[in-house]
C-alpha cells in the first residue's frame, strides 16, 4: 500500500470513515489526506465515542498520523475549528495553502436556490463555493489570517512522503454515484467528481504514483436526498430489514435498496479497483455480528461476499461487522 485511495461505491455513506480509520490504526498510516468537503460526514468510534467529521481526516483516531486538507478540497473554518478542538489534533493537521473556502454566503445561496432544493442538497454550500472557485474569484485557504498557522504546501509534502516509502490514505468523501462527470446521475450529483482519479487529482498525486484503489460497498444500498436509487424499497421494509439509517450530517433519513451486483462492477471498473471492503454485513446478516474471522461467518454471508467478488471481479479484502474500527475481518 505506499498509496491508496478510498473510495465511497454508491450514494456516501458506506461506511469509509470506519475503514479509514481501521487502516489508520492497523497499518500505522503515516498521512490521511481528506478531498472533498463539508457536506460528507465520516463516522468514527474511538474509545467509545462517536465522531462525526465533515473536516478533519477519519485517520485522527491514531495518534500518530499527519492530517492534511488536499488542495483541491474547500474548507469550512468554523466547522475546521470546531472539530480540531473536539479531535484535539491541533499540532498534526494541516491545510493546503491552496484549498479554497467555503464563506456563510455560499450556504445562504445554496439554501436559497431552488435547483438545489430538487437535488436535496446537504445546504453547506459547498456547489456555490465550487461555482466561485471556478469564476477565479474564491478566497483561499492562503489568504486567511486565522487559517495561518495550519496552511501548507501539502502537495509538495505528500509526493516527499511517497519519494521516502511513508504510507499515505487518500480519502475520498460521498460516493462515486453522487460524481458530477461519472456517475450518471446528473442533477442528482454532487458538485465534484467523486471517483478514485479525481481522489488523486485533488490531493496533487500523479496517477502512476497510486497502489491501490480500495472501493467501500455497503452491504445494502442508500441514498440521501432526491434522484434515482436502482430497487428502492419502502421506510417501512427498510425498518423490517434493520436497514434503516438517517444521515450523520444532516440528520435526513436515508433512503435504502439492496445491494446492486451490477452497479458494483460498474464502479468498480471505473475506479480501476484493485481491493474492496463490505460494511454493515452484520445489518444483512446479523449472526455476523462482531466477528473477527471470516470462518465464524454464517455460509449465508460467505456466499454474499463470495458472489461480490465474482461480479465485481476484485477481492474483498476487509468486511465489516459492527460499529467500531476493530469489527473487521481483514483477508489482506
Ligand atoms: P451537495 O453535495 O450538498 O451539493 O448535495 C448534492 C447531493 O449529494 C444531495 O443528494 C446530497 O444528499 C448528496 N450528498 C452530498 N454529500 C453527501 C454525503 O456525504 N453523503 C451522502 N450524500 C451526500
Ligand atoms: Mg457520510
Known amino acids: 500500500?505506499?498509496?491508496?485511495?478510498?473510495?465511497?461505491?454508491?450514494?456516501?455513506?458506506?461506511?469509509?470513515?470506519?475503514?479509514?480509520?481501521?487502516?489508520?490504526?492497523?497499518?500505522?498510516?503515516?498521512?490521511?489526506?481528506?478531498t472533498g468537503s463539508v457536506n460528507a460526514a465520516h463516522t468514527v468510534w474511538k474509545d467509545g465515542q462517536k465522531y462525526a467529521?465533515?473536516?478533519?481526516?477519519?485517520?485522527?483516531?491514531?495518534?500518530?498520523?499527519?492530517?492534511?486538507?488536499?488542495?483541491?478540497?474547500?474548507?469550512h473554518i468554523p466547522q475546521f475549528f470546531k472539530e480540531v478542538e473536539l479531535t484535539q489534533v491541533h499540532k498534526r493537521i494541516g491545510i493546503d495553502e491552496n484549498a479554497s473556502v467555503i464563506e456563510e454566503k455560499h450556504s445562504a445561496q445554496d439554501k436559497a436556490s431552488a435547483v438545489n432544493k430538487g437535488i436535496g442538497t446537504t445546504g453547506w454550500g459547498v456547489g456555490p463555493a465550487v461555482e466561485e472557485r471556478a469564476r477565479r474569484t474564491a478566497t483561499l485557504a492562503k489568504d486567511m489570517p486565522e487559517l495561518k498557522s495550519y496552511v501548507m504546501d501539502t502537495v509538495t509534502e505528500i509526493n516527499d512522503a511517497l519519494d521516502n516509502g511513508k504510507k499515505v490514505l487518500l480519502?475520498?468523501?460521498?460516493?462515486?454515484?453522487?460524481?458530477?462527470?461519472l456517475s450518471g446521475g446528473y442533477p442528482f450529483v454532487t458538485s465534484r467528481d467523486t471517483s478514485a482519479s479525481a481522489i488523486a487529482s485533488e490531493a496533487g498525486v500523479g496517477p502512476t504514483r497510486v497502489d491501490d484503489v480500495i472501493i467501500v460497498y455497503k452491504s445494502f444500498m442508500t441514498r440521501v436526498g432526491a434522484g434515482?436509487?436502482?430497487?428502492?424499497?419502502?421506510?417501512e421494509e427498510a425498518k423490517e430489514r434493520g436497514w434503516f439509517e438517517t444521515a450523520a450530517g444532516t440528520g435526513r433519513d436515508r433512503r435504502s435498496a439492496p445491494f446492486n451486483f451490477e452497479l458494483a462492477r460498474k464502479v468498480?471498473?471505473?475506479?480501476?479497483?484493485?481491493q474492496s471492503a463490505v460494511t454493515k454485513l452484520d445489518c444483512l446478516f446479523p449472526k455476523c455480528q462482531g466477528a473477527r474471522k471470516f470462518s465464524d461467518l454464517p455460509q449465508e454471508a460467505k456466499d454474499f461476499i463470495a458472489e461480490v467478488e465474482k461480479k465485481t471481479g476484485v477481492p474483498v479484502a476487509l468486511v465489516g461487522t459492527g460499529p467500531g474500527a476493530l469489527d473487521i475481518i481483514d483477508r489482506r
Open 228 to 235: 434515482p436509487l436502482p430497487g428502492e424499497i419502502t421506510k
Open 53 to 75: 467529521l465533515h473536516m478533519v481526516p477519519a485517520g485522527f483516531i491514531n495518534e500518530k498520523c499527519l492530517l492534511r486538507i488536499a488542495a483541491g478540497a474547500n474548507v
Open 268 to 274: 468498480a471498473r471505473i475506479n480501476g479497483a484493485t
Open 1 to 34: 500500500m505506499p498509496c491508496a485511495i478510498i473510495v465511497g461505491a454508491f450514494w456516501g455513506d458506506e461506511g469509509k470513515g470506519k475503514i479509514i480509520s481501521y487502516l489508520a490504526l492497523k497499518d500505522k498510516l503515516d498521512f490521511c489526506v481528506r
Open 171 to 181: 480519502e475520498g468523501t460521498q460516493g462515486f454515484m453522487l460524481s458530477l462527470f
